[in-house]
């Protein structure tokens, strides 16, 4: 039975690994942008992958606020809540209150259902590039990352990489150190209104090939952190996906 259990495993991770080391689109790190972006992306027929270096998906989003699991979304992304089939609770105003484990689960088995192809515990360490374009990712384990173990990495290409990253807006802050022609302006402090706003307009690509979304568009150009709604975070991956949409398919 032990040797069934184990040839089953490598097997079948092996595969699903071989069928994605060339996609259309890579997305860097399984937060609720990163997969809102990818289910877009899939369900329009893109070929996609999402590497995230934590065992869990998800982001900050089952932590909800201050580990009191609810979040808020805003009125103008209640269509995505219920394109994923979550249940929104009308609070005050133009807010909702939704369950943020239910909100991510739902999110999560709906875009792999649509066929995104999740690989946890994988952190992007680097990027291809050919003549001036982000034409891929260069990844390894996340536990050789944390060991500071000396082990050459894989790579996976794609016609456009997206970071998903959020705060810490890693894949730009790669391109920007051995690259150049970026700047990663970071994050500002708590202002939700704005960097709701803000957001949308962030998400954009930056870099021939290279998209941001979510938290990550926000730290890229510098604007405000929002805390726990996600009403922007949500609209950005879908923004993120029309963008990339438009590139694959418009020719660009």
């Not at 998906?57 to 201050?66: A, D, E, I, L, Q």
């Not at 990495?153 to 970071?163: H, N």
């Amino acid at each position: 039975m032990e040797k069934i259990i184990t040839q089953g495993i490598v097997e079948s991770y092996l595969n699903d690994f071989l069928k994605n080391t060339e996609v259309d689109v890579v997305i860097a790190g399984a937060g609720p942008s990163g997969l809102v972006c990818g289910y877009y992306l899939a369900k329009n027929g893109i070929k996609t992958v999402i590497f995230e270096r934590n065992l869990k998906v998800g982001g900050g989003m089952p932590g909800g606020g201050m580990m009191f699991n609810k979040i808020v979304v805003q009125e103008e992304a209640i269509d995505i809540v219920k394109e994923f089939k979550i249940k929104a609770k009308k609070y005050k105003e133009n807010f909702y209150i939704l369950d943020a484990i239910e909100t991510i689960s739902g999110i999560t088995y709906k875009t792999i259902k649509q066929g995104v192809k999740i690989f946890n515990l994988i952190s992007v360490e680097d990027v291809v590039i050919r003549e001036n374009r982000i034409n891929g990712v260069v990844i390894n384990w996340t536990s050789v990352e944390v060991a500071k173990l000396h082990v050459d990495p894989l790579s996976i290409i794609s016609k456009y990489v997206v970071d998903a990253t959020g705060h810490d807006c890693e894949v730009c802050r790669i391109v920007e150190k051995k690259v150049g022609g970026i700047k990663v302006v970071g994050e500002k402090s708590m202002w939700a209104e704005k960097g709701e706003k803000e957001i949308i307009e962030n998400t954009k690509e930056v870099y021939p090939g290279l998209i941001v979304c979510g938290m990550a568009a926000n730290a890229f150009f510098g604007s405000p952190r929002m805390g726990a709604i996600f009403g922007g975070m949500l609209l950005s991956g879908k923004r993120a996906s029309e963008i990339i949409i438009n590139g694959i398919k418009g020719g660009g």
